[in-house]
Every structure is written in structure tokens, then in C-alpha cells.
């Protein structure tokens, strides 16, 4: 069975719209915020399927992944089952990776603005997907963001991507950030191709068992 289904999707929307109304929903009574706390504290250990909300160790995935097409929709940039992303919308075409998306309350730095470790977090993931699409996968080694002007809230923001340089299993890949035509962040990453063996020390199935031993619920 697909991990993305209609209801996880929509399950996931509606979470999205959960956190941007506790962070924004400044009128809501003490009454109001309890009732959704006590609400959401039962769905979420229904959910679990164990008795105690918080019992279940958090931050570790049982299911194997062997593809990216596993991982992108969980991704906390551009996963449309994942509640933590905005979502980015993104396509592949000449040669460059394209990203569009909004960013809310939950994304908040500076009042008005965008985080500056969200946009590191969203360049580290679309020149990662750019080298992907371009056939050549590989690991951050370092990241650089050079902030232009802050980045807003509620707006449609652009990314674009691509892979500049190729050097055996090294990668200098690029990018830049839009909001209204102007650029407000540029990003140069330099990407590392692991060979197969490391890959599967990271990845394979010996990964998947420390994985399913550290968190054994289904």
C-alpha cells in the first residue's frame, strides 16, 4: 500500500492549518484552546495506537526506503504528507530545478518574515533534488547562504536551482530565491557523490533493522 493516500494527504492539510491556528488564532478563549488540545491529544494516540501520548519514540521511521520517490513526500520542504512543509511545489526542466511555494505563520522569524534557517533548510533541499534530476545524486558537504534582504511571509516565493560543476564526486550547485521578481537569498552548496557501499551503510537494510530495533511499534 502507498504511503501517500487521499486521507493521509488530507490529514495532513488539516494539521498544517491546526499549527497555523495555534500560532495565529489570537481571540480563541482558554476554553476553545483546551478543548482542541484534549481533541488533538486524542487523535494523535489514536493515531499511535498506544496508550500514552509521548510514549512512542519520536524522530525514527520503520519503513524502508529505497527510492526518493519514499522520501520526497515526507520531505519537510516539499512533502505533501508531511504537516512541517509549507508544501514547495517544484518541476524539472532544462537542466534547472524550479520551486514555488508560501510560507506562513509557522515559518516565522524576524515579525513578517520568514526564518533565515528555513531558507538554509529549503536550498539544502532543492540544490539537493537539482543534483537528483540532473543524474547526480549526492550528500551535503557545506552550504553557504548569502541573505540579500529578508524574505516575506504570505507571498509566493521562487526558488530555482541548478548543478554547476561536476568534478569526479565532487558538486558545486547553486541557487537563488525570489519574492516579487527580487531576489532576497543566493546559495552555493557543494555535494558529495557517496560510493554504493557507504550508501547502503547509511541506507540499505542494515540501516532499516537499527531503525526497527530502536522503535519495534508497527
Known sequence: MSFVTPARVRLTEAVRHLIDAALTAEDATEAQLDAAATDTERLATELHGVGELGTRPSGVRTREEWSHDDYLPRSPLVGEVSPMAPPVEYEHRDGRLFGRGVFHAAYEGPPGYVHGGWIALAFDEILGMANIAGGHPGMTGRLSIRYRRPTPLHTELRF???????????????????????????AEGLFVVIDPERALEYFGQDAYERRRLADPLP
Open 160 to 186: 530555482e536551482a541548478w548543478t554547476q560543476q561536476v568534478d569526479g564526486r565532487r558538486l558545486i550547485t547553486r541557487g537563488t530565491l525570489e519574492a516579487d521578481g527580487v531576489v532576497t537569498a543566493e
